[in-house]
Structures are given as structure tokens and as C-alpha cells.
């Protein structure tokens, strides 16, 4: 894979070189690929990235991953100390606002004996 400011480059190499692959990056940043059937003279459809929701970057915001075990939704991390940043939007299986947490930390003060300053 190739990164760099003007170019995104992902290789890979066919275990039968006769086989014609191809892969379609879709704008809502789907990923198929995709093998050409001569016979039937069409492209077959073999995996599409992401598979469901999970898969997807960022689905869940800040602070928020994605939960298979209770039901299909987002979590914050840790409930106790994070809550979702926007109850209403998470209700509507809206979580791209993350969560945040409960109580703001005081990081200004820092623990007793400690002093910190910026440069």
C-alpha cells in the first residue's frame, strides 16, 4: 500500500495470474471486488468492504465502539464514566457524535504536588 499527499495505491498479487480481478472503490467508500466470468461474459461480485455496519471507520464517534453482544448498536467504552453526546441523535441510531465524558476532568489543577506549564 501506497500513501502520500497526491496518490492512495493498494496492491495485490493473483495466486492464478489468469484470473482478471478488478477492484471498484464506490463513493460512499465501499470496496468490491470483483472477477470476470468469461463464460457467462460478466463481472462476478466476490466480497464487498464493509460487510455491515461494524466494519465501517468511525461509525460509532468518539469514545464508541461497536456492540454485537447485547444488540446491533453503538456503546460508549466505558458507561460509567462516558455517555453518548447526543442522547437524541443516539436514540435514532445517530452515533456519529460519539460520547463524551460524564464528568469533565480538572486537568488544571493536576493531583496534589504536581505542577505542569506549557513552553
Same mark, same amino acid.
Given at each position: 500500500m501506497v500513501i #502520500?499527499?497526491?496518490l492512495v495505491a493498494f496492491t495485490f498479487n493473483l495466486i492464478n495470474i !489468469?484470473?482478471?480481478s478488478r477492484l471498484t472503490l464506490i463513493s460512499s467508500g465501499e470496496v468490491q471486488r470483483s472477477v470476470w466470468v468469461e463464460d457467462a461474459k460478466h $463481472?462476478?461480485?466476490?466480497?464487498?468492504?464493509? &460487510? +455491515?455496519?461494524? +466494519?465501517s471507520y468511525n461509525i460509532c464517534g468518539a469514545y464508541g465502539s461497536w456492540s454485537t453482544v447485547k444488540t446491533q448498536r453503538c456503546l460508549c467504552l466505558d458507561e460509567p464514566k462516558?455517555?453518548? /453526546? #447526543? !442522547? &437524541? %441523535? $443516539?436514540e435514532d441510531a445517530d452515533w456519529s %457524535? %460519539?460520547?463524551? /465524558?460524564r464528568t469533565s476532568l480538572d486537568c488544571e489543577n493536576g493531583p496534589k504536588g504536581? /505542577? !505542569?506549564?506549557?513552553p
Open positions: #502520500n499527499e497526491t !489468469s484470473v482478471v $463481472w462476478q461480485l466476490m466480497v464487498r468492504l464493509p &460487510k +455491515d455496519i461494524c +466494519d462516558f455517555v453518548p /453526546r #447526543n !442522547s &437524541k %441523535g $443516539w %457524535g %460519539g460520547c463524551m /465524558r504536581m /505542577r !505542569s506549564s506549557m
